[in-house]
């Protein structure tokens, strides 16, 4: 099936049946069916390039590679802007936000920010050994987990005699190392996961705060799309709970800013590449030296943290959970994931930074796990002007929604799509790479406004799952199958269910003393 292949510009693109008014399309959504699954039945049926009506919002439904790279090539300028809802615009500033704000100067040198001075690859060398040793501190407490529950089993401490494994929460234990990670070279607050593990006052209040932004950034409200029933909006609550919400992100935000210009005035400016300067540290002493015309620099700093920390830890920690459950669900792919490890680091040590790049099969394994469950499943964007897609008119304030899941998947271009098969990676896609320049693959969006944050990610997960799988054996209860269900509840498309999995080191001990 092919889109408009005419000379027609002002041909409009299919519009899908069933619109209501007020509503539109937004009646369709809501059931059991997960919003990708049904867009992408609906391309089936429409073609790859379709209109839709979220509400008030005309949405242009894109799903091929073709038009996807239009979108991000010959109009990535038209497509530059990322619509934003109530929620973001109360709880993450998002008008001062490098994810949020309008495409144009601001938002150029927010990037420019993001990329060169917090995420460009001369920072994340200089940040390796602060981002190890808080790895270390997870994998550490992961080996006295099992050490305990083997001397409280066996009343000794002859350690992997009896093999007995301890039964861990996964998804509990990523998300802890993505936070001791994440947060510690955002604001420099040490071992910040562990702490929320263990409840301790302000990481703890941290962790309800942000869950509380995830819960209501995944609440449809309908003044974002049906101005005209918003205040409907009112008797939800949600609109009180985000201004709440609001409040405590903004003090939280505040008083680490406070604590970060408090530690400048006693030891001065660390200028350079001082590993413990954080990403706060750097924000403070750029706009001191080049104040952001127009806006308010504390707000801008604050804004910068919140996208960060938005940006990288529940998506890091839920990319892990999916890596490992279908691994799990592939026995014979963590073997020869092992078997990588075991050839190039060997069994007399752990892994480390420099091993990364060694671990070709490991890297497969890290892209095919996002081709088949990206965690931004659809992208969304918005045109200010005309522009045209795919040999389609689009009408300037249309909204665009590319179906990377669908993309992702698709037939005409994946052998077997649908099936886990790393090797792809290594054979026939071999060229094919995760940062935005290949339309087949998406997993951190294209254009202007790709993922900052490609580089951080894949370097942080690389070495957590190469801890983990050449550190110790994974089992599941009972042998059973991870179950797969997706959720997209939150702002990521998450794995629905629990991550238990039952762990025993496979090393010498002496070697868990990280
Ligand atoms: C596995 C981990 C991650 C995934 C899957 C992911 C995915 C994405 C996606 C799909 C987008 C939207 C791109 C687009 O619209 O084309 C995005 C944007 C963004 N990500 Fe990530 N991301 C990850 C990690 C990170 C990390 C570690 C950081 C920073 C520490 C980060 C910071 C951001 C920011 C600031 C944006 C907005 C950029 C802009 O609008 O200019 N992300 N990410």
Redesign the pocket.
């Known amino acids: 099936k092919t889109y408009n292949d005419g000379n027609n510009t002002n041909k409009q693109a299919p519009v899908a049946a069933d619109a209501w008014p007020v509503l539109g399309h937004l009646h369709l959504f809501g059931g059991s069916e997960l919003p990708h699954k049904m867009l992408a039945a609906m391309a089936d049926k429409y073609g790859p390039a379709f209109t839709m009506k979220f509400g008030m919002h005309r949405t242009l439904v894109v799903s091929n590679t073709q038009i996807v790279k239009e979108c991000?090539t010959t109009n990535d300028t038209h497509f530059a802007n990322?619509p934003s809802t109530k929620a973001f615009q109360l709880m993450t500033y998002d008008n001062e936000?490098?994810?949020?704000t309008p495409y144009g100067p601001f938002?150029r040198e927010?990037?420019k920010i993001?990329t060169l001075k917090?995420?460009s690859n001369h920072r994340l060398q200089a940040i390796k050994d602060v981002r190890s040793s808080e790895v270390n501190v997870c994998f550490r407490e992961l080996y006295s987990l099992w050490n305990t529950n083997e001397s409280e089993g066996t009343n000794s401490n002859d350690q992997h005699q009896q093999q007995r494994p301890v039964l861990v929460d996964m998804k509990k234990w990523f998300e802890e190392v993505s936070n001791n990670v994440?947060i510690r070279?955002?604001v420099g607050k040490q071992n910040f996961g562990s702490k929320i593990v263990r409840g301790e006052g302000e990481a703890l209040k941290y962790k309800k705060i942000m869950d509380e932004v995830l819960r209501l950034a995944g609440v449809s409200m309908l003044s974002d799309v049906a101005p005209l029933l918003g205040w409907l909006d009112h008797f939800q609550g949600h609109m009180s709970a985000m201004k709440r919400n609001a409040k405590e992100v903004d003090t939280m935000l505040s008083s680490w800013l406070e604590e970060h210009r408090r530690k400048r005035t006693s030891v001065g400016d660390n200028k350079g590449d001082n590993v413990e300067q954080d990403f706060m540290d750097v924000m403070l002493s750029i706009v001191e030296e080049n104040k952001l015309s127009g806006h308010d620099n504390d707000t801008v700093i604050k804004a910068t943290v919140m996208?960060?920390?938005?940006?990288?830890?529940d998506?890091?920690a839920?990319?892990l959970t999916w890596i490992v459950s279908l691994l799990m669900n592939n026995r014979q792919v963590l073997k020869k994931a092992r078997e990588e490890l075991d050839t190039h680091v060997g069994k007399d040590r752990q892994v480390d930074d420099s091993d990364l790049k060694n671990l070709t099969y490991l890297n497969a394994i890290v892209k095919e796990t996002?081709r088949l469950y990206?965690?931004?499943a659809l992208?969304?964007?918005e045109t200010k002007e005309d522009c045209e897609v795919g040999g389609f008119h689009v009408k300037g304030g249309t909204r665009l929604l590319v179906n990377?899941w669908k993309l992702q998947r698709d037939p005409n271009f994946w052998s077997n799509p649908t099936e886990f098969k790393p090797e792809r990676f290594l054979t026939e896609n071999a060229n094919l790479d995760v940062g935005?320049q290949h339309f087949e693959l998406?997993?951190?969006?294209?254009?202007?406004?790709?993922?900052?944050?490609?580089s951080?990610?894949?370097q942080?997960?690389h070495l957590v799952l190469a801890r983990l799988i050449h550190g110790f054996e994974l089992e599941t209860l009972m042998n059973a199958d991870i179950d797969l269900t997706e959720s997209t509840e939150g702002h990521?498309n998450h794995k629905a269910t629990p991550l238990d999995l039952l762990i025993t080191p496979r090393l010498d001990s002496k070697l868990y003393n990280y």
């Open positions: 991000f990322r936000s490098v994810a949020f938002w927010l990037r993001s917090l995420l994440v070279v955002i996208a960060m920390i938005m940006g990288g830890t998506t890091t839920v990319s996002m990206p965690l931004g992208l969304e964007r990377v935005g998406l997993p951190f969006g294209a254009g202007r406004r790709v993922c900052p944050g490609v951080f990610a894949l942080f997960m990521v």
